[in-house]
């Protein structure tokens, strides 16, 4: 009775107030959330364009691999990311990060689908955020989409990194502060030690600026959690250092 009248109170609310598109405030589109297809339509996807085949930055017609992964050697194996945080990627991530719209995430599932099952792996390890900001923020948006992944691949979620210190936002640093600015932020929590080892990991988070955080915390998951193998993932990939 409940369910059945909250339907109908949900149908009267979308018919007084219809769900509009979260950036141009058109009439948000079916089956996607807070977004309309023309919108949609004007993200820029990583499958469409040539990128690093380590680490998904977008390269010229003469690289193989970008700069970063030929001078900088990542510690994860690769790094897979769906759009780029440029143009309506970069609001939505926005929206995402800083708004709690996190179920903007669900207009990507069958691009994470798709790119995903091109890949094995036993266990879903987001990277966290400082209990600080998690407090403040009320959520991770890397939780929501590790919560999202482990859904649809049935495999489990191990919160395995703590953030000990409270750095700046990746986006607000230059390059030499991004790359210098995870290094000794995150630590292997003690308890999830003999839950990682040995296993394929997929490393979540939300957006990929240099890769730095998540080559430093997949190091970590190797050499101290004994992991196999570290798949990183970030819905979003920034691409270019400004
Ligand atoms: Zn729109
Ligand atoms: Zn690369």
Known sequence: MIKWLSKICGSIESLVFPPTCIICGQLQSEGRSFLCNLC????????Q???C???SL????????????RQ??????????IFLYD???AEIMKFIKFNGKYLLIHNFIEDIKEILSQYEFDTIVPIPSHIRKFISRGYNPSYSIATLISKLYSKPIVYALEKVKEKPSQLELSIEERLRNPSDAFKLSKKAKDT?????????DDIATTGATLSSCANILKNEGGCKKVIAFSLARTPHIK
Not at 72 to 81: C, G, Q, T, V, Y
């Open 49 to 51: 364009i040539r990128k």
């Open 196 to 204: 990682v080892a040995g296993k394929i990991i997929l490393l979540v």
């Open 72 to 81: 900088l050697n990542p510690k994860f194996d690769k790094l897979i990311s």
């Open 58 to 69: 977008p390269i010229t017609e003469e690289e193989v691999q970008c700069q970063d992964c």
């Open 87 to 89: 143009g309506i990627g």
């Open 53 to 55: 085949e380590i680490c």
């Open 40 to 47: 949609f339509r004007e993200i820029i996807f990583l499958r």
